[in-house]
């Protein structure tokens, strides 16, 4: 019985660590990165595909939360990725002023970066409201808000940038109730009419689909954000060279009908690459792609991929935090510090333990993983230690009088009585993990998570359902796996 | 067996045992009496290396106590406490052969000393081994209680109240069996109570300890017909109206 046990378990582990060889990447590889909305996954596909023609290796790491792709960018684990002047000099180099291209990439020398010729278009930001709206009450440029009464919904990002509400707010003297919130939700709070305006990028194919228009911005406070390949400055003359086929090859109209393909055509961002490419007869065949509908081995792979991370991060808590639990309780001393930090932990939200992640593990599988683990020490940390300290003190002093040493005391009486309190801990952290491990898609760790940031970057109900079916379902079956396993545990009293 | 020297025990301020002394002999039992405080469980710790004495001499098997590894002091002991102290993950046997298992008897040994022990405790082995502490009721908790502390073959059984989780009539029947096992085994019985009936009963001798001092230490009879303190007396004369009591 335990033998065949250990065998599945085994078997198991076999299965999830098949993932390992996956996610090492050979050297000649180039890595492409994007961040998590339509017209980014378009560019940085159109960059792999034309790279993926010159016979380049690709890996591509799409769908990253905007700070992450940058920080992964600048220590070296993403070669190129698809950025914005704007964002460049406002908020990466910090500055007010309009830098030119040369200026760029001056002042991104000393960080060994560089920025290529642009695609093109100009992807500003802009203020957005329902076309209705704007007629109704007359409101055509970014001053007409100041004596309106609208609510807003903007992005994070947004509203925090100072070329983003902050700055705008100052500029037009404009004083209005403003939520943030995800972009892809913030469009529907305005389809809702839980809100009236937001902000919004030029090219952006939900402006057509959601009847929005965009507000003037008669004092040009929005600076040009000029859609360009962001690269490592390390990066073979060759390869920059492939990428200037794609100068000023995209207006602003074409970007908006390749982001309106994606979002409404349904046409996967390989389909619409393909095509491009074709079209302006830089590659001669397509890439070949998945069918549209449900895709059943990429659903298998980010499960396996998904339980991979979750179980090993909860292997690793385990493996730290039981034993560190037992120290715990033979010294006492250091019980609520240390109950205290991994507490603390506890409350860093999740994106930004990725994000600080980052400079140590750089972005994929070891980031995510380390993350998980930290979440995961407090919930079997805790209840190590308060089913140590909870034993009945009579059967402490029945084994210690009896003639045992402390570590047959921990073997035989503490450890077996802790058990079913110990997999309660481990139970939380699994369930909480699988929910947290959504988010590893944001540092390309891949997993569930990338078909619920797929899907919200498209606005597609059913790709986010892809992702988040299965994850609660996975959540379900942990439960009752736990469940059933504690129940085994438990029949020994 | 066991004697101590002027021993002396304290818990911060709190004396415990003021200059204790006292001498066991082999094959007889003894009871440690007195009201709650009086240190008679911190004596008996101190027997067995549970606690350390701040001076005083402490001598088993005629060597100085601290000069034994606690552990295999222990070994050398049998320890049964109040409400039995039975680990509820395991079986009966589980319980009972734990230690033996640790000191490396063979299986055979420990299959021929548990059916041994637990016929003599009425409980048959084999309705009774494969239980689980919860499946038992009290009173047979604490025959297992007994059979555990026993099961090394000790010379000294040291006994933390053990029959005052019990009913009276059940008390009564647990009693008879220990005092029953004490004379197939000859071992040396240590108890503490609370209860003067209890260690008139069971006792070959009693220590009167009166909040860390030993008022004194005799035969039940001669406590009872002759108290050397007050505080003996004013014991012995409640034990005495609580039997009119029982009686009228």
């Known amino acids: 019985m335990f033998k065949s046990t250990l065998l599945y378990v085994l078997c198991f582990f076999c299965f999830l660590f098949t993932q390992i060889g996956q996610s090492e990447t050979s050297t000649q590889t180039l890595v492409i990165g994007s961040k998590k909305f339509t017209e980014n996954y378009i560019l940085a596909e159109i960059m792999a595909q034309l790279l993926e023609h010159h016979h380049y290796k690709i890996d591509r790491r799409f769908g990253m939360n905007s700070s992450i792709v940058y920080r992964a960018l600048k220590k070296g684990d993403v070669d190129i990725y698809p950025e914005y002047t704007g964002t460049i000099s406002r908020v990466y180099l910090k500055t007010n002023q309009n830098l030119t291209s040369h200026q760029i990439n001056d002042r991104l020398k000393k960080l060994n970066l560089s920025i290529l010729k642009p695609f093109g278009f100009n992807n500003t930001y802009a203020i957005a409201i329902p076309e209705e709206l704007s007629k109704n009450k007359n409101l055509k440029t970014i001053e007409d808000l100041k004596d309106s009464n609208l609510k807003g919904a903007i992005t994070f990002e947004f509203s925090k940038r100072e070329d983003g509400w902050p700055g705008l707010s100052r500029a037009y003297a404009i004083n209005l109730d403003v939520t943030s919130m995800e972009h892809s939700l913030a469009y529907e709070a305005i389809k809702n009419n839980k809100a009236d305006f937001t902000d919004a990028y030029s090219t952006d194919a939900k402006l057509k689909r959601f009847n929005l228009v965009i507000l003037k911005d008669t004092k040009e406070f929005f600076p040009k954000y000029h859609a360009i390949p962001f690269i490592k400055n390390t990066l073979p003359q060759k390869v920059k060279d492939i990428l200037y086929q794609l100068s000023n090859l995209i207006n602003e109209t074409q970007m908006i009908e390749l982001n309106a393909q994606a979002e409404y055509g349904g046409k996967s961002f390989e389909q619409i690459a393909s095509n491009f490419l074709i079209k302006n007869n830089l590659i001669t065949q397509k890439k070949v792609t998945q069918s549209s509908g449900l895709d059943w081995s990429t659903l298998f792979q980010q499960t396996q991929r998904h339980l991979f991370l979750t179980f090993l991060a909860i292997l690793l808590g385990v493996i730290v935090a039981v034993p560190l639990g037992i120290m715990l309780f033979r010294f006492k001393l250091f019980a609520r510090p240390i109950l205290v930090a991994a507490g603390l932990l506890q409350t860093i939200p999740s994106i930004a333990l990725l994000a600080f992640m980052i400079p140590v593990f750089g972005i994929g599988v070891k980031p995510a993983v380390a993350a998980l683990f930290l979440f995961s020490i407090l919930p079997i940390l805790r209840n190590t230690y308060a089913a140590l300290d909870n034993i009945d003190p009579h059967l402490n002093e029945a084994a210690q009088g009896m003639g045992l040493y402390p570590n047959e005391i921990l073997r035989f009486v503490h450890f077996p009585l802790s058990i079913p309190i110990i997999l309660t801990g481990i139970r939380t952290a699994a369930v909480i993990n699988i929910g947290t491990a959504t988010l590893a898609a944001f540092i390309g760790a891949g997993g569930l998570g990338e078909s619920i940031v797929t899907g919200l970057a498209l606005n597609n109900n059913e790709i986010i359902l892809q992702g988040a079916i299965p994850a609660a379902i996975l959540a379900i079956f942990t439960e009752l796996f736990f469940e059933a396993l504690e129940m085994w545990a438990g029949k020994k009293y | 067996m066991i004697s101590f020297q002027g021993v002396h025990k304290s818990f911060g301020s709190k004396v415990v045992l003021k200059d ?66 039975l680990f509820p993950h395991m079986t009966i046997k589980e319980n009972i052969s734990l230690v033996a298992k640790q000191s490396g008897w063979s299986k055979n040994k420990i299959n021929q000393r548990a059916d041994e022990l637990m016929e003599m405790v009425n409980l048959p082995p084999k309705q009774y081994l494969h239980l689980k502490p919860r499946q038992i009721s009290g009173g047979q908790k604490q025959r297992v209680g007994f059979v555990r502390a026993l099961f090394l073959k000790p010379k000294l059984v040291l006994m933390d ?88």
């Open chain 2, 20 to 85: 204790l002394c006292f001498e066991l002999e082999p094959e007889k039992i003894y009871s440690l009496l007195g009201e709650s405080g009086s240190g008679k469980t911190t004596a008996l710790r101190l027997m067995n290396r549970l606690l350390a004495a701040e001076s005083g001499n402490i001598k088993i098997f005629g060597k100085p106590i601290d000069n034994i590894d606690p552990v295999s002091l222990r070994r050398k002991m049998g320890y049964a406490i109040q409400g039995s102290g």
């Open chain 2, 161 to 248: 109240e053990p029959f005052s989780a019990l009913d009276p009539i059940t008390r009564e029947e647990v009693q008879d069996e220990f005092l029953s096992m004490q004379k197939k085994l000859k071992f040396t019985a240590m108890i503490v109570t609370h209860d003067l009936s209890e260690a008139f009963k069971l006792s070959d001798k009693v220590l009167m300890l009166n909040q860390g001092n030993l008022d004194q230490f005799d035969k039940p009879s001669e406590i009872i017909n002759n108290p050397k303190t007050d505080y003996v007396k004013k014991l012995v004369s409640r034990f005495l109206k609580s039997r009119e009591i029982n009686y009228v």
